[in-house]
């Protein structure tokens, strides 16, 4: 079945830094990939949606200055955490489908903590 | 209001039960979802229905589009079952998560 893989799967780093996850389809083309955020004991939440070639819709009380999001191609996905802070860390997990109608395939997440 | 809700939020069962998770939604959809969550995090789409029960291998799901209801059902359940089971429905561009069912089975 279709792959979708994330890097990193782990990041630490120091407040005030920045961090790159990337989100891959690793055997099909995705015009549309989503980002979600996970804390614990809690379900997703949708925070954009990645259109490719285009700029991204963030959900309500997700600040698009703060999470950037860059889909350059049919095939990758990069979600940059900017000026990160200890509240910032969570679970950030992509998806992606040949369409936003059909099956979505989940990357394995990345877990981000924010020291 | 959380469009979409779940039941029940934690269950335990032993192994070989039969398991029932339910999940409700408010408004009209296009497809419902149920995805299953391992403890590490990773995320697999189980089913994706729009109408009617959809089986593959011990899972089954159905959907009541009238009743706006669908249920996820394991039968012969396994300690490798567990995990937290997610329906979403899809709106027009995008997904809205139920709260999950952290489902335990005791061998």
């Known amino acids: 079945g279709a792959v979708v893989s994330q890097h990193p799967s782990r990041v630490i780093c120091k407040s005030g830094t920045s961090v790159k996850i990337e989100c891959r389809s690793l055997?099909?083309?995705?015009?549309?990939m989503f980002w979600y955020r996970q804390f614990p004991k809690q379900s997703l939440m949708l925070m954009a949606t990645s259109n490719e070639g285009s700029k991204a819709t963030y959900e309500q009380g997700v600040e698009k200055d703060k999470f950037l999001i860059n889909h350059a191609s049919l095939t990758l996905s990069t979600l940059t955490v900017t000026s990160a802070h200890p509240e910032d860390s969570s679970f950030y997990i992509c998806?992606?489908?040949?369409?936003?109608?059909?099956?979505?395939?989940f990357g394995p997440g990345t877990r981000l903590l924010v020291l | 209001k959380n469009e979409v809700e779940q039941s029940p939020q934690n269950l335990t069962a032993q192994e070989g039960e039969f398991i029932t998770i339910n999940c409700s939604y408010s408004v009209g959809i296009s497809a419902l979802h149920w995805l299953q969550q391992h403890p590490g995090g990773g995320i697999v789409s189980l089913f994706m229905l729009s109408s009617g029960k959809k089986k593959h291998g011990r899972l089954i799901a159905t959907i009541n589009i009238q009743e706006k209801h669908s249920s996820l059902h394991i039968t012969a359940s396994h300690p490798r079952d567990s995990a937290v089971y997610i329906c979403a429905r899809m709106g027009r561009n995008q997904f809205y998560f139920g709260t999950g069912t952290s489902l335990t089975v005791i061998p």
């Open positions: 055997d099909f083309q995705a015009t549309t």
């Open positions: 998806s992606a489908g040949l369409n936003v109608q059909e099956t979505q395939y």
